[in-house]
């Protein structure tokens, strides 16, 4: 991915500047890569997160907050994110008998199933968005960007 060419510019760019344009335009790429995977199953990114981080609850509930925390993508709008799920039948929300100002959300067996469903195409498409990187190069850019 050469950024002067999509950005149709001669101009040389600081170095700085350039990095964090590079970074953003691989970061838009890999997104779109996973949108178009996930589209077939009429599921966003964020509502994968979402139905992911239930998965890994091993069937304790989370409340909005939890899963808010643990979001990629930090967003105001979770609630609707699960409601949309809900809607799908893929989570369900429950007030805590314990705590009534508590909501605990678990996944169902459905956003279960479409995970596993999921799971597969997805590995595959994110094994082709790296197979131009050699495990020791996998490793090296994620100790960089451990940096940030």
């Known amino acids: 991915m050469n950024v002067e060419e999509i950005l149709k510019t001669n101009k040389k760019m600081p170095l700085a500047k350039r990095t964090l344009i590079h970074v953003a335009l691989v970061a838009n790429k890999l997104n779109e890569e996973v949108s178009m995977v996930l589209k077939p199953f009429d599921i966003s990114v964020q509502q994968f997160n979402v139905?992911?981080?239930?998965?890994?609850?091993?069937?304790?509930?989370?409340?909005?907050?939890?899963?808010?925390?643990?979001?990629?993508?930090?967003?105001?709008?979770?609630?609707?994110?699960?409601?949309?799920?809900?809607?799908?039948?893929?989570?369900?929300?429950?007030?805590?008998?314990?705590?009534?100002?508590?909501?605990?959300?678990?996944?169902?067996?459905?956003?279960?199933?479409?995970?596993?469903?999921?799971?597969?195409?997805?590995?595959?498409?994110?094994e082709n968005m790296l197979k131009n990187f050699t495990e020791e190069e996998l490793h090296q850019f994620n100790e960089l960007l451990d940096k940030f």
Request: charged share 30%; aromatic share 2%.
């Open 51 to 126: 139905l992911r981080i239930l998965r890994g609850q091993n069937g304790k509930p989370a409340n909005l907050s939890t899963i808010n925390e643990r979001m990629v993508t930090k967003m105001s709008n979770t609630t609707r994110l699960v409601d949309k799920l809900i809607l799908k039948g893929y989570v369900n929300r429950t007030v805590c008998e314990k705590n009534r100002r508590k909501v605990e959300i678990v996944i169902t067996e459905d956003g279960l199933n479409i995970l596993k469903q999921i799971d597969g195409i997805l590995f595959e498409a994110e």
